[in-house]
């Protein structure tokens, strides 16, 4: 199917030149309860400070979140999704130029979120609920389409595929369709295969070692790799924080293999990663 052709993404409310490269997506949770950093950003001054140091070292895009996705996490309603996100998204609108997306499955949140000054949508369910479709239709806004098995409360109990790659690539070629279906374009949407959502380790080394073949599908690709707990497993760190150099391999391979955005915790190091790896992968 090749790649997508143009590196420049433009909508109405941004755009994104993927010419040199791999970008990188600065995470920004606003929740209590978050794998690595929750709590750290419940208060909108500190949250807005650090989405702004995000922008300030580099990153593409600020990816703000208001309910944690964890293994075993429990559901947040949608209005304290809003008031937790909405006024940090407003107020980075207002000081940055640079993309901020909402990572939420909730039409209420995301309209909200996209009112404020969002212009991305990132869905962990690809889109499962029509009218967020419909809402990323009407507002001409991109969106990262994931791969999940099961919910964030039971997807690492047991998962099971007889071949992962082929699995998640066909759910979410499916779910690529469907978005188009609803006036979607191709350009705008972004596969992300999901990875420690409803995977083992041996799931998630196998989606990385094949990411070429995502990227083949012609869809721009996303990966979330960043301090997860797989990563903790081969390198025996158990904190979160201390796995910033395997998340860096895993930077590493995902810029080699063409993937588009990396969404990260540590915006500056893995920014100095990405440079390092499309320089050469482009030389």
């Known amino acids: ?10 909508w109405p409310r941004g755009r994104l030149d993927f010419s040199s490269g791999c970008l990188v997506m600065g995470i920004l949770n606003v929740t209590p309860d978050s794998f690595s950093d929750g709590g750290q950003f419940l208060d909108a001054d500190r949250a807005v400070a650090r989405g702004l ?3 300030a070292q580099g990153a593409a895009i600020i990816d703000v979140g ?3 996705t964890r293994p075993g996490s429990q ?29 939420t499955h909730h039409v209420e949140v995301a309209r909200a979120a996209l009112l404020a000054g969002a212009s991305i949508l990132n869905d962990i369910t690809a889109l499962s609920d029509p009218q967020l479709a419909e809402l990323a239709a009407q507002q001409q806004v991109p969106v990262i389409l994931m791969h999940m098995q099961g919910t964030p ?3 690492q109990v047991e998962p099971h595929y007889a071949d992962v790659v082929t699995e998640v690539r066909d759910f979410l070629l499916e779910r690529c369709e469907r978005a188009r279906s609803v006036g979607i374009p191709k350009e705008r949407l972004f596969l992300d295969p999901g990875i420690g959502f ?23 690709v996303l990966v979330g790799a960043s301090r997860k707990a797989f990563l903790g497993k081969l390198t025996g760190k158990e904190k979160p924080a201390d796995r910033v150099f395997g998340t860096a391999a895993t930077v590493a391979l995902c810029a080699a293999a063409g993937v588009s955005i990396v969404r990260v915790h540590d915006v500056g190091q893995m920014q100095d990663v990405a440079k390092v790896t499309n320089a050469v992968t482009h030389s």
């Not at 199917?1 to 433009?10: F, T, W």
């Not at 006024?87 to 997306?101: F, N, R, T, V, Y």
């Open 1 to 10: 199917m090749g790649a997508v052709a143009d590196p420049m993404l433009a």
């Open 53 to 55: 140091e995000m922008a």
């Open 66 to 68: 208001g309910e944690s």
């Open 75 to 103: 559901p947040v309603p949608p209005a304290e999704q809003i008031r937790r996100v909405v006024p940090i998204i407003g107020a980075l609108a207002e000081k940055i130029d640079i993309p901020i997306s909402i990572d």
């Open 153 to 155: 409360a039971t997807m």
């Open 198 to 220: 409803g995977k083992t380790l041996a799931h998630n080394l196998r989606l990385l070692k094949h990411l070429d073949r995502l990227v083949a599908t012609g869809y721009r």
